[in-house]
């Protein structure tokens, strides 16, 4: 049994009233990939985070009804993760999430969004073609049919391009650290961490098979991690990964984030 701290959750009701402090909805055991991703923001931020129960998708045996129809009344939507913060409006989209842990992190804390105009063209570039609308996660979602690739427009045209549009991300991030590593830079954007290494960090996980001491097994989780792993073995995938994403994972994940990953739920 892992020996790893059991975080506290609470109900979506809760965390929508409350009026202070910061709230994201989790499933607990599982590292969906954006609510992880925005953990790891938080983290290296300095935001201390009390975690809320996000609701399943589907009908309630019991009850028909959906199990989601609650979190799209206060959201206007279902996605994970939704991010409350004092008495503002939830915000549910990345960029806007990332915003937001910028404006009221730690002022210590590492600039996820660089200062520089350029830099900063360049990080959100990055950030949109690994997180955005057919970008990595979204084709990685459709690469099977299943109910989560139906939210995101599966078809068998989609699911068959959805490979090299996956692979095409990568090739751009493998050569992206390369280019930086000949100027001297372990970082994706400048000299410093920035939230493109934070995202990518998080979301290569969707393509590699990620060590226990990074993303611990648990009953949740462990399907989601065979999954992931077996991507990493798709020919057009399996052709444009190298040893500098994986290497640049390790680092970001282990250097500014919290490993092994808190998930809660059952651990194996």
């Given at each position: 049994?892992?020996?790893?701290?059991?975080?506290?959750?609470?109900?979506?009701?809760?965390?929508?009233?409350?009026?202070?402090?910061?709230?994201v909805t989790f499933i607990p055991g599982l590292q969906a990939l954006y609510s992880e991703a925005l953990k790891n923001v938080c983290f290296v931020k300095g935001i201390s985070l009390?975690?809320?129960?996000?609701?399943?998708?589907?009908i309630d045996k019991e009850t028909g009804e959906d199990r989601q129809a609650r979190l799209f009344e206060l959201t206007s939507q279902t996605s994970l993760p939704t991010m409350f913060h004092d008495?503002?409006?939830?915000?549910?989209?990345?960029?806007?999430?990332?915003?937001?842990?910028?404006?009221?992190?730690?002022?210590?804390?590492?600039?996820?969004?660089?200062?520089?105009?350029?830099?900063r063209v360049e990080m959100f570039g990055l950030c949109a073609v690994i997180l955005g609308e057919d970008g990595m996660v979204w084709n990685m979602r459709i690469m099977n049919d299943g109910p989560l690739s139906r939210k995101y427009g599966y078809s068998e045209t989609a699911s068959a391009a959805a490979p090299a549009k996956v692979a095409e991300v990568i090739a751009l991030i493998d050569a992206r650290l390369k280019a930086q590593a000949e100027r001297g830079s372990a970082y994706l954007v400048g000299d410093a961490v920035s939230a493109a290494d934070i995202y990518w960090a998080t979301m290569s996980m969707c393509v590699t098979a990620t060590p226990p001491d990074i993303m611990p097994v648990t009953a949740q989780n462990q399907g989601m991690l065979k999954f992931f792993a077996s991507n990493a073995k798709v020919p057009a995938i399996a052709e444009v990964l190298s040893s500098r994403i994986e290497e640049h994972q390790h680092h970001i994940?282990?250097?500014?984030?919290?490993?092994?990953?808190?998930?809660?739920?059952?651990?194996?």
């Open positions: 049994m892992s020996d790893q701290p059991t975080p506290t959750f609470i109900s979506l009701d809760d965390a929508a009233a409350m009026n202070e402090g910061t709230r009390t975690r809320a129960l996000h609701p399943p998708m589907g008495d503002e409006r939830p915000r549910n989209v990345w960029i806007e999430q990332l915003a937001l842990a910028e404006r009221v992190g730690s002022p210590s804390a590492p600039a996820l969004i660089p200062d520089d105009v350029s830099q994940l282990k250097t500014y984030c919290e490993t092994p990953a808190v998930l809660g739920g059952d651990p194996l």
